[in-house]
């Protein structure tokens, strides 16, 4: 079973349950699946782009999802590998499409991409649960009440104090 195989049980991310479960089943963990336990689960390239549309429906292609990660539209990790890695917490996924979360893509910009914080450990924090977000992550608090909420700017200062 193929990486994309395994990631594509059930339509789930890989590093989600079912998508875990799969992998498991494989020689061995492969790189997205080691950077899924690290931030959340992801999708691959190819499932971004047979689940994600244009405002006419119609399907991107894998070239389409490179510009868009090119161009910071798409929040995505390289693994060890050289793979494309895109954290699930920027999607909402309805009816089989994913469509991304506009507050949560507003929230990344504003993390503090120039510390000695990667983008690894950024992402896991995005999909870290916080006591002061209500037992929310960023990314589902971000989607819910806006990027410039009080509360998210809050937790935002307190990341961006340790970053320095």
């Given at each position: 079973m193929t990486e994309e195989m395994a990631a594509a049980v059930d339509g789930a991310a890989v590093g989600s349950r079912a998508g875990v479960r799969a992998s498991a089943e494989t020689h061995g963990a492969s790189d997205t699946t080691l950077l899924a336990s690290r931030i959340g689960p992801v999708y691959t390239v190819n499932q971004v782009a047979r689940w994600l549309t244009t405002p006419?429906?119609?399907?991107?292609?894998?070239?389409?999802v490179r510009k868009r990660i090119h161009a910071h539209k798409l929040v995505?990790?390289?693994?060890d590998d050289r793979r494309w890695a895109l954290p699930a917490w920027q999607f909402t996924r309805t009816a089989g499409q994913l469509q991304p979360r506009r507050e949560v893509l507003g929230l990344w910009s504003m993390l503090p991409h120039d510390s000695w914080m990667d983008a690894a450990?950024?992402?896991g924090w995005m999909a870290t649960r916080l006591t002061n977000l209500d037992r929310l992550t960023p990314a589902d608090y971000a989607n819910r009440h806006g990027a410039n909420h009080p509360e998210i700017q809050a937790a935002l200062s307190r990341l961006r104090d340790r970053a320095v």
């Open positions: 006419g429906n119609s399907r991107l292609s894998q070239a389409t995505a990790l390289r693994t450990t950024l992402a």
